[in-house]
């Protein structure tokens, strides 16, 4: 394949632009690293070797052993309150349910009576178109029997 534009050979053999000046470190390892890589921080290569890191976990508290809930910072009204409030939103969220269901309830109950009533009214006027055919047989002198 043909390279495009002029071919002029490089005396020194590098490439031409920014990065021809550019001699690659070569660490203890031998091993080259492109400078624009990144290089995790550890915060034990800025300390000094004898010194510990930071426990960032210090401000914590502390586990309460067996599970049990931590001490409140609340006063005593404000937790009362705040019990008060919890068990009024428990009944008012048992009361809406109740509602819910008595409602779904009726609605049930409107509906079968609505298909009911529908069915009876289907069954009513078939029963009064059959007793008019009858009475017309009857009255244009037709055999019943």
């Not at 809406?96 to 529908?118: I, M």
Request: hydrophobic share 30%; net charge positive.
């Amino acid at each position: 394949m043909a390279r495009r534009g002029p071919s002029i050979p490089s005396a020194h053999g590098t490439p031409s632009g920014p990065r021809a000046s550019f001699t690659p470190p070569v660490s203890a390892g031998g091993h080259y690293r492109h400078p624009g890589a990144r290089q995790h921080s550890s915060t034990s290569a800025t300390l000094s070797p004898g010194s510990k890191p930071p426990n960032h976990l210090a401000g914590l508290s502390s586990v309460v052993p067996g599970g049990r809930s931590f001490p409140s910072t609340l006063d005593a009204a404000t937790e009362k309150r705040l019990f008060q409030l919890e068990s009024d939103r428990e009944k008012i969220f048992e009361q809406v349910a109740e509602t819910q269901s008595a409602k779904r309830a009726g609605l049930r109950d409107w509906d079968r009576l609505d298909r009911e009533s529908s069915i009876c009214a289907l069954k009513s006027e078939l029963a009064e178109g059959h007793l008019q055919r009858m009475a017309d047989e009857s009255i244009g002198g037709g055999i019943l029997f």
